[in-house]
């Protein structure tokens, strides 16, 4: 079964532009992660947030954490081709750090 | 490390034959994971292992599936007899300690089957 839930399904967007991408999911957590896939590859984490903090940079990576809505946002910054790929966010479920499972990712396109 | 190893990377099988896909995790990670990847279905965790020790394999479709860890550097997943239904990307994925202190997944650059 599915825990997470990105939105949107798919994303356009000129070079340069910030993309957003959201994420819900069901049970309490202790952390969410965002993960990226390019295309025939595995997935590459990208970075975690804990369930006690709100917001966390990594370069041109900002992500948001609502633990009472149950959700998350990944915002890229100044996006380039190379972010082509989809995205994933994860979470363990119902607290066990061990059981880590996926949403059905956005797929992102920059436009040249 | 060279990462997560899965072998074979595409597999072209006909329908009723066994598939047996092969993953090594990184060294010193005690977690792995078996997730499969379709269109319609996303990414699905299939079964998971702590220790080399099944922890929940309630994600396992059929009884047609089987998986398992006989050491802390080797596991397969087993499909019989396979149907076109499973045809998907398979990935291996070891859980580790990172650097943003907490435990992430490395995943194999996947098994691609095709079930005909």
């Known amino acids: 079964s599915q825990q997470g839930e990105e939105d949107p399904q798919a994303l356009s967007i000129q070079e340069g532009e910030n993309a957003t991408m959201n994420c819900s999911y069901k049970t309490s957590i202790n952390n969410l992660q965002w993960y990226r896939q390019n295309s025939g590859r595995g997935l590459v984490h990208l970075i975690l947030?804990?369930?006690?903090?709100r917001e966390k940079h990594s370069g041109r990576l900002r992500v948001t954490l609502d633990t009472s809505k149950k959700s998350s946002s990944l915002l890229i910054t100044a996006s380039r081709a190379a972010d082509t790929a989809s995205y994933f966010c994860a979470t363990d479920v119902m607290n066990r750090d061990d059981k880590i499972i996926f949403g059905k990712g956005t797929r992102l396109h920059i436009l040249p | 490390d060279a990462g997560v190893i899965q072998s074979p990377r595409h597999e072209v099988t006909e329908m009723g034959q066994e598939v047996t896909l092969r993953c090594k995790p990184i060294s010193g990670h005690d977690y792995l994971f078996w997730y499969r990847q379709t269109m319609m279905r996303g990414l699905e965790l299939l079964i998971y292992f702590n220790n080399n020790v099944p922890i929940d394999d309630s994600g396992m479709p059929e009884d047609r599936f089987s998986a398992k860890m006989p050491n802390a550097s080797f596991s397969t997943l087993k499909i019989q007899p396979s149907e076109p239904r499973d045809s998907a990307v398979y990935f291996c994925?070891?859980?580790?300690?990172?650097?943003?202190?907490?435990?992430?997944?490395?995943f194999g650059a996947g098994s691609r089957l095709t079930v005909l």
């Open positions: 994925a070891s859980l580790g300690w990172s650097g943003s202190g907490a435990n992430v997944l490395t």
């Open positions: 947030i804990r369930s006690n903090e």
